[in-house]
């Protein structure tokens, strides 16, 4: 039960932002939200993650929600080597990160 | 920096025969985790090793093993190989902190004729 969901697919265009939802209707407190992403054939890499308040890095930003039941993770300016799966997981402490179907992004040049 | 090592890179057995893959988790690292990934499927759980002794199993076969040893890299032991074990399997490293992040290595092509 990965208990989150996120849309199958989307697209965008190369160089626009990019607005990823997830929904975590069921989040607990104390459970982070976590974003990974896997490219063709490689391992899940580490997008970014927070707790309650928006969080950024150099590669991207965590939106979440007041209610913290739903989170959006922001590309800024999509390239085409940001076409990926795209997974956000819901994680209590230091449990294990549980994959559902992630979002697969495709940047249309 | 150091990432997650794996080795090795591809595999290919034959079924009944037993593999053996090794995860090398970044320096300091204490925690690591295994993962599969079928042909077109999301990354699965299998089992995760904190400071030596399993911390959490998932839907690991009964035919695979793993152990973590005390220089903190791991070993997943694979036996009487299906051609259904085929996959990539992944194996990923953290700290045991709170709301910390996992490292992922590029993983061992598993395949099994």
């Known amino acids: 039960d990965a208990k989150t969901t996120q849309p199958n697919s989307m697209e965008s265009n190369e160089e626009e932002p990019v607005h990823l939802p997830c929904n975590h209707s069921t989040i607990s407190g104390t459970d982070y939200i976590h974003w990974y992403r896997q490219l063709p054939s490689q391992g899940p890499e580490y997008v970014i993650h927070g707790l309650t308040s928006n969080v950024n890095n150099r590669m991207a930003s965590l939106a979440i929600a007041e209610d913290r039941k739903s989170s959006t993770l922001i590309l800024h300016r999509a390239t085409l080597r940001d076409a990926a799966v795209y997974y956000c997981i819901r994680s209590f402490g230091n449990e294990k990160l549980t994959f559902g179907t992630g979002t697969r992004l495709t940047i249309i040049p | 920096a150091a990432g997650v090592i794996q080795s090795p890179r591809h595999l290919i057995k034959e079924k009944r025969e037993t593999a053996t893959l090794k995860c090398y988790p970044i320096?300091?690292?204490?925690?690591v985790y295994w993962y599969q990934q079928g042909p077109g499927q999301d990354p699965q759980f299998l089992i995760s090793f904190y400071e030596k002794m399993q911390s959490d199993k998932g839907s690991i076969p009964d035919r695979f093993s793993a152990q973590q040893f005390s220089d903190y890299h791991s070993e997943l032991n694979m036996s009487s190989l299906e051609l259904g074990d085929s996959a990539l399997y992944f194996c990923?490293?953290?700290?045991?902190?709170?709301?910390?992040?996992?490292?992922f290595g590029q993983g061992t092509r598993l395949t099994v004729v």
């Open positions: 320096p300091r690292h204490d925690t």
């Open positions: 990923a490293s953290s700290l045991l902190v709170i709301g910390t992040e996992a490292f």
